[in-house]
């Protein structure tokens, strides 16, 4: 948004008065109108607040951008309608479970949501429903004006060359790192001997142990043993379904389930409560492993593959092809990152162990065999491999072609939306009030 260069003191005095009210009375008021929608002024203080109290600096002009990014979405909004685009119930409920599941997770609990929010799990879903789904159909409707925007290489040039100097992006140091794992498969013997293990747990339980003292004890779950196994209120979806199938198989407070497997063990479950469609329940895990034999055997079999890599006699991604799990061998058995959903990473966006054992390397060298477990807790070893690291530097088209056509498309979107609001709002009714005149949008509203 560009700068406010007048009438701040005005503006300041305007919002002033029109949001002082009498001692112990409130009344909201419309601050614009864009086609059928309107914005009220509680609308724009709350986001203002909750951005001022998130660390921005309180302005005239931070007012005036979220009046802008609101009428934006509203004229959104309202084509969305006037094209009939629409969003299922079905999607709008998913969204909706998505995000309470969130908030219940934040706050720790679906009690705690509720005596934040004053109200019940139901009424919070329901309060939120409209305002979902308008948010869904905004995203719709976005997405339907920037569909068929593309750039060429021609293009990214052009736009790059455009940059002045200080515009250019600036790229951090990141890193590429591959992985060749092998994981010792656990023996049907070795099952046996820890579904005896848990068996023998569950025994002591159900004479009258506590369930809380044995999760303490024995559990293999980090996050829940220090809990006495306790894992909080979750709903479907968010569990092994074996897990859930065991959990919300259990009636009453205190049930103790049968021993069940899923990709991280074996476990058996103790029902805490049920409050909806939430449950809590404690668990005791205990993880599959192979044998130390078997676990060395891996490590030898390593060492071998990084003697291969190491002479030349094959390369990491003929390596990866060759020995890699399938899991693993996607990408040429390069990591990919969940945040971005590419193969770069920023240094802390890197696992602790990882990054102290690829800085040591250069790039195009690989570690020897490194002791690892998988997100399931089990053990296994793999081979490192730093394909390339970055400096930090200013971005150029012959190193860092993505970043600028990401940029330079992004930019391209933003002026096809540009040119749209242009077309649709010199045929739709916009009004905005006189209090916010002194504003200097980006787009000529009225």
């Known amino acids: 948004m560009r700068k406010i260069t007048l009438f701040i003191a005005i503006c300041l005095a305007l919002q002033l008065s029109s949001i002082a009210q009498p001692e112990g009375e409130t009344v909201d008021k419309i601050v614009a109108i864009v086609g059928s929608k309107m914005i009220l002024l509680s609308e724009v203080e709350t986001q203002y607040w909750q951005m001022v109290m998130q660390g921005e ?37 998913a969204e909706i479970e998505r995000r309470i599941r969130y908030f219940v997770a934040q706050f720790g609990s679906p009690e705690a949501l ?37 750039i060429s290489p021609s293009e ?20 590429e790192i591959g992985q060749i794992v092998i994981i010792p498969q656990a023996t049907d013997a070795d099952k046996l001997i820890i579904y005896d293990k848990l068996a023998a747990l569950r025994e002591r339980i159900l004479k009258g142990e506590s369930f809380e ?11 829940s043993a220090k ?28 049930d103790i389930s049968e021993i069940i497997e899923t990709p991280a063990g074996y476990h058996f479950l103790q029902l805490i409560e049920r409050k909806g469609d ?39 991604e003929e390596a990866s092809e060759k020995y890699n799990p ?21 240094s802390d966006e890197v696992d602790a162990t990882v990054f102290f054992t690829v800085d040591k390397l250069e790039p195009g060298n690989i570690s020897k065999p490194v002791l690892f477990q998988t997100d399931e807790g089990k053990e296994g070893y ?28 992004n930019t391209k979107k933003t002026q096809a939306l540009e040119k749209w609001v242009k077309e649709k709002k010199s045929i739709t009714y916009v009004r905005v009030n006189d209090d916010y005149k002194g504003c200097l949008f980006n787009f000529n509203w009225e």
């Open 213 to 223: 003292a044995m999760a303490r004890l024995y559990s293999e779950d980090p996050g």
């Open 114 to 150: 509720e005596k934040y929010y004053n109200k019940s799990i139901v009424e919070i879903k329901d309060e939120f429903k409209d305002l979902i789904r308008e948010q869904m159909l905004i995203q719709m409707m976005q997405g339907k004006i920037t569909e068929n925007v593309t």
């Open 326 to 346: 399938d899991e693993y061998k996607s990408n040429n058995g390069l990591i990919v990152n969940a945040y971005s959903g590419n193969t770069r990473f920023k």
């Open 57 to 93: 600096k309180p302005t005239d002009e931070l007012r005036c951008s979220i009046l802008e990014e609101l009428m934006l979405q509203k004229m959104l909004l309202n084509q969305a309608e006037i094209d009939s685009l629409q969003v299922s119930e079905s999607q709008v409920d």
């Open 382 to 409: 793999r081979l490192l491999y730093l394909k390339s690291r970055t400096t930090p530097h200013k971005a150029t088209l012959e190193n860092d072609y993505n970043v600028i056509m990401q940029h330079a498309l």
């Open 227 to 254: 809990k006495g196994g306790e894992l909080g209120m979750f709903s479907r979806g968010q569990m092994f379904p074996e897990f859930e199938a065991a959990a919300f198989g259990l009636k009453n407070p205190g």
């Open 156 to 175: 990214v040039k052009q736009y790059f060359n455009g940059l002045s100097p200080d515009s250019i992006p600036y790229v951090e140091s990141d890193l």
């Open 278 to 316: 939430y449950i809590n329940v404690r668990h005791i895990l205990l993880i599959v492993k192979a044998s130390p034999t078997d676990l060395y055997n891996s490590k030898k079999q390593l060492d071998d593959i990084y003697a291969q890599i190491s002479s030349g006699a094959i390369s990491f």
